[in-house]
T-cell receptor, first 114, second 114 residues
């Protein structure tokens, strides 16, 4: 049972426009969410995170929005740049001290078109 | 230095072989992780070590045996694997165990079991 879902396996966006990547989750115990980016032949790298007490977190060109009632989060990248082309993973965790672990989504491949 | 290194990059082994995957970090991180990633699937947690002690084992078969000889090193000993164990094995580390600590991933070892 996939508790974290990224329903779009791929997304193409024109350079300079906004990229919006979506993620849905089913476990209501999840209270911390992260986005990771992965280039081929490299490990995932952390991008941005959000706690369930917030509905928005911004870091430069990256903004994550959390809608707890809809169990949905999204990552906005604006403006999109060619170097943003990668696979993006959404991840979630429940607060369980000493037993916290990340559950990853299946990933969305973002391609930025120059 | 924010690098997690993994050796080897690629490994092909038979079902009767014994081999080991190695992971190293010099960031002073006290939590280290093994993940398994199959093609077109998300990374799945296998083991977590915190302060060199095994804190999470996600019901991984005993043919996978983790070892943390010191705070900088993490090994995964492999014995009598099955072809379905073929996957990308990712190591990660973080300052502490807990999802609010950013996890740094290595590039992975691509394992093929023949």
């Amino acid at each position: 049972d996939q508790q974290v879902k990224q329903n779009s396996p791929s997304l193409s966006v024109q350079e300079g426009r906004i990229s919006i990547l979506n993620c849905d989750y089913t476990n209501s115990m999840f209270d911390y969410f992260l986005w990771y980016k992965k280039y081929p032949a490299e490990g995932p790298t952390f991008l941005i995170s959000i706690s369930s007490i917030k509905d928005k977190n911004e870091d430069g060109r990256f903004t994550v929005f959390l809608n707890k009632s809809a169990k949905h989060l999204s990552l906005h990248i604006v403006p999109s740049q060619p170097g943003d082309s990668a696979v993006y993973f959404c991840a979630a965790s429940a607060r369980d001290f000493g037993n916290e672990k990340l559950t990853f989504g299946t990933g969305t491949r973002l391609t930025i078109i120059p | 230095d924010t690098e997690v290194t993994q050796t080897p990059k690629h490994l092909v082994m038979g079902m009767t072989n014994k081999k080991s995957l190695k992971c190293e970090q010099h960031m002073g991180h006290r939590a280290m992780y093994w993940y398994k990633q199959k093609a077109k699937k998300p990374p799945e947690l296998m083991f977590v070590y915190s302060y060199e002690k095994l804190s999470i084992n996600e019901s991984v078969p005993s043919r996978f045996s983790p070892e943390c000889p010191n705070s900088s090193l993490l090994n995964l000993h492999l014995h009598a694997l099955q072809p379905e164990d073929s996957a990308l094995y990712l190591c990660a580390s973080s300052r502490g165990q807990g999802v609010s600590y950013e996890q740094y991933f290595g590039p992975g070892t691509r394992l093929t079991v023949t």
